[in-house]
């Protein structure tokens, strides 16, 4: 139980397009997730925060109109990264929690954004 | 602010050797101590965790304990396998109602047969 999963697994897209990645739980309902970007050799850097049906939370630093974070349902949050450029590249991974004020997420197995 | 440390890797180990992966760690007030498992493809996976001071969590043969006066969470094994072969982290989350994860760097195990 417990599962997340995100899709894509890998995308490429050029400089300026802006690129959709999907995160569901596909066995319990979320009432909150996260969104992490990874670089390499480097830990993972929250991101945001989302509860269904409210804005999300941004990390400092993380410019909320490029990355725009949308959980429409308890089952599904969409990062978009948007106009999208080279240093954008990474891997995004995102968590889901079920309960509010618990510990415990788990993890999708991430996506490998590439902009070229 | 909270932060994790934890030692670079990659570490690599012979089989049945014995494992030690230090993780020191930063924070404000009363943390809970994770450490997560990221095996090749697939997602981060709760490893083990420990809410308190002295508490010991364990899991898989995996063992680590919360040491709030070294402020410490190092992880062990008696004896890797090389099915261990992972990306291994430690995390802190504040208690408080807030599920904000910080995580430490990420150490790559290998084990060869």
């Known amino acids: 139980g417990a599962v997340v999963s995100q899709h894509p697994s890998r995308v490429i897209c050029k400089s300026g397009t802006s690129v959709k990645i999907e995160c569901r739980s596909l066995d319990f309902q979320a009432t909150t997730m996260f969104w992490y970007r990874q670089f390499p050799k480097q830990s993972l850097m929250l991101m945001a925060t989302s509860n269904e049906g409210s804005k999300a939370t941004y990390e400092q630093g993380v410019e909320k109109d490029k990355f725009l974070i949308n959980h429409a349902s308890l089952t599904l949050s969409t990062l978009t990264v948007t106009s999208a450029h080279p240093e954008d590249s990474s891997f995004y991974i995102c968590?889901?929690?079920?309960?509010?004020?618990?510990?415990?997420?788990?993890f999708g197995p991430g996506t490998r954004l590439t902009v070229t | 602010g909270n932060s994790v440390t934890q030692m670079e890797g990659p570490v690599t180990l012979s089989e049945e050797a014995f494992l030690t992966i230090n993780c020191t760690y930063t924070?404000?007030?009363?943390?809970?101590l994770f450490w997560y498992v990221q095996y090749p493809g697939e997602g981060l996976q709760l490893l083990l965790k420990a809410t308190k001071a002295d508490d010991k969590g364990s899991n898989k043969g995996f063992e680590a304990t919360y040491r709030k006066e070294t402020t410490s969470f190092h992880l062990e094994k008696g004896s890797v396998q090389v099915s261990d072969s992972a990306v291994y982290f430690c995390?802190?989350?504040?208690?408080?109602?807030?599920?904000?994860?910080?995580f430490g760097i990420g150490t790559k195990l290998q084990v060869i047969p």
């Open positions: 924070a404000t007030g009363y943390p809970s």
């Open positions: 995390a802190l989350s504040d208690i408080g109602g807030y599920q904000k994860v910080t």
């Open positions: 968590s889901a929690s079920p309960l509010v004020q618990s510990y415990e997420q788990y």
